[in-house]
């Protein structure tokens, strides 16, 4: 590969939150850095319900104080309910010493803008309004090249890694073919923007999440900022199907008392959203020098909210990665190994968490009470926080001796959490002691 052929060490399309980690991550280890953004920033994405695993990765990453002076809504746990108004609330004490408590339900447009410019203060170059028309991979070790308009005009750059963050389009998925429907969780969205909430009309817990489950599916209700509320409902695709989704929208949510005490007189802002087309994956997520991060690979059902930080951990390693290509320390098959078994593992177990629920009607109650005895409430907090890749968890264990759950092709299971490593290696090492079992860094 020659060097005067190369514009950056690693372009990446898309600056979401995926993205513009892998940028931060990547420029933090001294390679030259460039995020495509198709939109102008700041822009309009639904409110968000953060992990609290989220804090840990933002404090591993140095940017939970930032964060935390943004003002955005503490959250402390999340609520399950149901049309009789009886109620589950999972407690993120319940979690144990050593991991945060406490997570945020953001407003996207200013969490989004705060990533990516962490990204160009460590260095990494971004364009937005840049449209990428096509991206051309090699499979020997000639510099890929990407090709994008911008308000200035047309461009290519080239470069030794692409980093995929794009999202629902999904560029390099779609260039290869490699996308699938998982037909057993394909449903449909709706929802609402709410002004004028009132603190005193919610029954819960001030900054939770709210998930009511009812006949036809399920409803959320986020506060995403003062006095705001995202309200959607869920439903399989026949549901809707011919439906006034004005109507249908008003009536799934009438369904879940709980959720529409939060609301009281609240109003509607904004038009009626869609979103279809729910959950996909693609059985390869990294090949020659490229790597599919977040949601341009796989995206789950968004109800116990493990979204945005499964995109940032996969970033975040796709950036590693990159280094570790780029410096010549590893060879590229064992980077694009790892990652796509970190990428996995993550997006596994949470599939799993997803298709438990659904297969128990949208009943998180009902779902946690035909647990073994040996899942304890402790377990299941983390799992819900979002400890994808603890090898101790017996929540995450168990959904993963369940067959039908199943959605990639068996690989080796990733253990090493991104946001608490030392707590994992820590509890994963004294269940080996106790299973009389060896264990590494992971394995």
């Known amino acids: 590969m020659t060097e005067q052929n190369i514009d950056y060490d690693v372009v990446v399309c898309g600056g979401g939150p995926a993205g513009s980690i892998a940028a931060r991550q990547s420029a933090q280890l001294g390679l030259r850095t460039l995020v495509l953004e198709k939109d102008a920033f700041p822009r309009f994405h639904i409110g968000e319900s953060l992990l609290p695993y989220m804090s840990g990765l933002l404090h591993e990453l140095g940017l939970l104080d930032h964060v935390k002076r943004e003002g955005h809504p503490v959250k402390t746990g999340a609520e399950f309910s149901d049309t009789t108004g009886k109620f589950h609330r999972v407690s993120f004490t319940?979690?144990?010493e050593g991991r945060f408590h406490t997570t945020f339900q953001v407003d996207r447009a200013r969490f989004d803008q705060f990533l990516l410019d962490a990204a160009v203060d460590a260095g990494a170059r971004a364009v937005t309004q840049a449209n990428i028309t096509d991206i051309d991979l090699q499979?020997?070790?000639?510099?890929?090249?990407?090709?994008?308009?911008?308000?200035?005009?047309?461009?290519?750059?080239?470069?030794?890694?692409?980093?995929?963050?794009?999202?629902?389009?999904?560029?390099?998925?779609a260039k290869l073919g490699l996308r699938k429907t998982v037909q057993q969780l394909k449903m449909v969205a709706l929802y609402h923007h709410y002004v004028g909430i009132r603190e005193e009309n919610n029954p819960g817990w001030r900054g939770d999440i709210q998930i009511g489950n009812h006949d036809d599916g399920w409803v959320w209700a986020i506060p995403n900022a003062a006095g705001m509320l995202s309200v959607g409902t869920v439903m399989r695709r026949s549901t809707l199907r011919g439906a006034d989704r004005e109507a249908l929208f008003q009536d799934h949510v009438s369904r879940v008392p709980r959720i529409v005490q939060r609301l009281g007189s609240a109003q509607v802002q904004g038009p009626l959203r869609t979103e279809s087309d729910y959950c996909y994956y693609a059985e390869q997520v990294a090949?020659?020098?490229?790597?599919?991060?977040?949601?341009?690979?796989?995206?789950?059902?968004?109800v116990f909210s493990g979204g945005v930080y499964l995109?940032?951990?996969?970033g975040r390693q796709a950036g590693v990665e990159a280094a570790a290509i780029v410096n010549g320390s590893e060879r590229t098959e064992e980077c694009a190994d790892r990652f796509t078994r970190l990428y996995k593992t993550g997006y596994d177990t949470y599939f799993?968490?997803?298709q438990g629920f659904y297969e128990y009607n949208?009943?998180?109650g009902a779902f946690k009470a035909d647990l073994p005895d040996e899942v304890d409430a402790r377990s299941v907090s983390?799992?819900?926080?979002?400890?994808?890749?603890?090898?101790?968890?017996t929540f995450a264990s168990e959904l993963r001796k369940v067959e039908r759950w199943r959605i990639f092709e068996p690989f080796d299971v990733y253990y090493g959490c991104p946001a608490y490593p030392e707590l994992e290696l820590a509890e994963r090492t004294a269940l080996a002691e106790r299973n009389g079992s060896i264990v590494g860094a992971t394995s």
Not at 146 to 161: F, I, L, N
Not at 382 to 393: E, K, V
């Open 311 to 314: 995109a940032m951990v996969t």
């Open 287 to 302: 090949g020659n020098r490229w790597f599919l991060v977040g949601d341009s690979a796989a995206f789950v059902d968004p």
């Open 382 to 393: 983390l799992l819900l926080g979002g400890d994808f890749w603890g090898h101790a968890n």
């Open 352 to 354: 799993r968490l997803v």
């Open 94 to 96: 319940d979690q144990g």
């Open 362 to 364: 949208f009943d998180f």
């Open 139 to 173: 499979d020997d070790d000639t510099p890929h090249a990407v090709h994008y308009t911008a308000p200035d005009g047309e461009h290519v750059v080239r470069a030794k890694v692409v980093i995929d963050a794009t999202g629902r389009a999904g560029l390099i998925s």
